[in-house]
């Protein structure tokens, strides 16, 4: 059965860090590119940020640049978000999801380029 598990999430005070996982399970991992999106209330879905499956290619949005950090392991199936200097607007449910796509600076944000989902795990940032 194929699954994609986040975890790590939690509430974090501003300035502070978090690092998501994201494990694979069910399929290999190295044979997919993934996305990590979220979506705060009331808004739309986000890109957040991409690793190619090789682990060399890597895109953030603008917003988290500098800031969060996007890696994989592909021995232990699990992609990771390292998210530094946490600020209230990052607030938001995360989710990972896998792509075969060869996505673009541009594509990659694209959602219906990516066929399977994890179930999301809370972030908040607040003092």
């Known amino acids: 059965q194929v699954q994609l598990v986040e975890s790590g999430g939690g509430l974090v005070q501003p300035g502070g860090s978090l690092r998501l996982s994201c494990a694979a399970s069910?399929?290999?991992?190295?044979?997919?590119?993934v996305g990590w999106f979220r979506q705060a209330p009331g808004k739309e879905r986000e890109g957040v940020s991409y690793i190619g499956s090789s682990g060399g290619t890597s895109f953030y949005t603008d917003s988290v640049q500098g800031r969060f950090t996007i890696s994989r392991d592909n021995v232990k199936n699990t992609v990771y978000l390292q998210m530094n200097s946490l600020i209230p607007e990052d607030t938001a449910v995360y989710y990972c999801?896998?792509?075969?796509?060869?996505?673009?600076?541009?594509?990659?944000?694209?959602?219906?380029?990516?066929?399977?989902w994890g179930q999301g795990t809370q972030v908040t940032v607040s003092s």
């Open positions: 999801a896998r792509s075969t796509y060869l996505a673009g600076s541009v594509s990659w944000r694209n959602a219906r380029f990516y066929d399977h």
């Open positions: 069910g399929f290999i991992l190295t044979d997919y590119n």
